[in-house]
């Protein structure tokens, strides 16, 4: 079984010389656990999905923390709302870098926790499923595989054929429907949630509509917006803001959807073969959903926000993915086609046409495998992102 280094590593080790506390948030099997028992072995691991764990800590505090005074790392946090008070005395009476690790999948329980009792006394970061660095070149050869098949450790760490990954998709949402969304949201009718779930992975990449989704899935809008807020909180979807300056232009203001995964977005829409994906209609949206996740994880993995936008006017001249640098704002379009036709190159150029001031040449990511410059637009195959030095030459 494979284990792949984690790009995140670096920044827990910062965090854990500056915080008493760390806090690493993820969705559920990105590999939180793993990682935190890596780097923080030399202290307890404590599960509160344990039951026996759960209990004595919920009867007895104290006696239970007394075991703890030197640290350890509490796993899914947010199962004993209690530990965030408790740490804080703890740590306000001896503030030792790097004490306590506290993972979590609930980021919306977690937050709120630690908002309450551990302001300023915790680091945190967030590890999203495996971004294509960890992965490697190797790995970086069969694009509809590699977009099936998504970041999950679980399905990279040894040998998966198709039936067993779509087995493992189908148990990832039935645990994450009944452990997270009954304890959340208390819902009755789980089939109506299953539906808004794959309604939502039908539009990845395309702007949030929450009145269609709510129609479509037959829920009511406030309904949509708290099922929304819970995918958002347990990290399978997220909602890229457009950018907020206007250049003088009508903008579209609403953000656009997009899933963290792309395999799973692929499962949930039917996707149960690889090479399926070659004729699917949302493969632009699917490469475009992968292709964004990868900056998203290089920008946390950094520690850093994520800070990315889109750009759309309302004639439809639009940029798929900007963001900020100190040589003025970077503009990205995303193509999953696989040649470099004119027409491919001309939508590079349309994307920072709205840019009024002094900015880098635009970048077209695609689904091909040439790397050059042409007709100032600098194209750059999606298995680049792969590249251990990736982010020397294209500088996020």
């Keep these: 079984m494979n284990s792949y280094p984690r790009d995140l590593t670096s920044t827990l080790h910062r965090l854990a010389g500056q915080f008493p506390v760390i806090g690493l948030t993820g969705p559920r099997q990105s590999g939180k656990t793993t990682l935190a028992k890596q780097l923080f ?20 505090a104290r006696g239970f923390l007394r075991r ?29 870098p790097g004490r306590f690790v506290l993972t979590g999948s609930q980021q919306f329980d977690l937050m709120a926790g630690i908002s309450q009792s551990l302001a300023g006394r915790i680091g945190l970061a967030r590890l999203l499923p495996l971004a294509a660095s960890e992965l490697g070149t190797a790995h970086m ?16 760490q040894q040998p998966t054929t198709p039936a067993q990954a779509n087995d493992w998709f189908a148990s990832y949402i039935v645990t994450y429907i009944e452990r997270d969304v009954r304890q959340l949201l ?13 309604l939502c992975a039908g539009h ?18 406030p309904t949509a917006r708290q099922w929304l807020s819970v995918l958002e909180s347990s990290e399978l979807v997220y909602l890229l803001p457009p950018y907020h300056r206007n250049f003088g232009k009508r903008l579209v203001k609403t953000p656009k959807l997009y899933f963290t995964d792309s395999g799973l977005a692929s499962w949930l ?54 963001f900020e640098t100190p ?4 503009c990205v379009e995303i193509k999953s086609g ?59």
């Design 41 to 60: 072995a030399d202290k307890p691991y404590v599960s509160l999905e344990d039951p026996g764990e759960l209990g004595f800590a919920q009867t007895d």
């Design 68 to 96: 703890f005074e030197g640290g350890a790392v509490f796993d899914e946090a947010q199962r004993w709302p209690q530990l965030f008070s408790y740490l804080q005395g703890m740590v306000d009476a001896l503030r030792t």
């Design 141 to 156: 050869q069969d694009l509809p595989q590699h977009l099936w098949r998504g970041g999950y450790p679980a399905l990279w």
């Design 186 to 198: 208390k819902v009755q009718d789980l089939s109506a949630f299953q539906r808004f779930v794959r």
């Design 204 to 221: 990845t990449g395309c702007l949030l509509n929450l009145a269609s989704l709510a129609a479509d899935a037959g829920i009511s809008h």
């Design 269 to 322: 829409l039917g996707v149960r073969e690889p090479e399926q994906l070659w004729l699917h209609p949302l493969r632009g949206a699917l490469f475009e959903s992968w292709v964004m996740g990868e900056f998203r994880k290089y920008r946390l993995n950094q520690g850093q926000p994520a800070e990315m936008y889109f750009w759309r006017d309302n004639n439809g001249l639009e940029a798929d993915l900007v």
């Design 327 to 330: 040589v003025g704002l970077q």
């Design 338 to 396: 696989q040649t470099l036709t004119p027409d491919l190159v001309r939508a590079g150029k349309q994307a920072n046409r709205f840019v009024t001031e002094p900015s880098p040449e635009p970048w077209l990511i695609h689904g091909g495998t040439d790397n050059y410059t042409r007709e100032g637009v600098r194209c750059i195959s999606w298995q680049r992102l792969g590249h251990p030095q990736v982010h020397e030459s294209i500088p996020f």
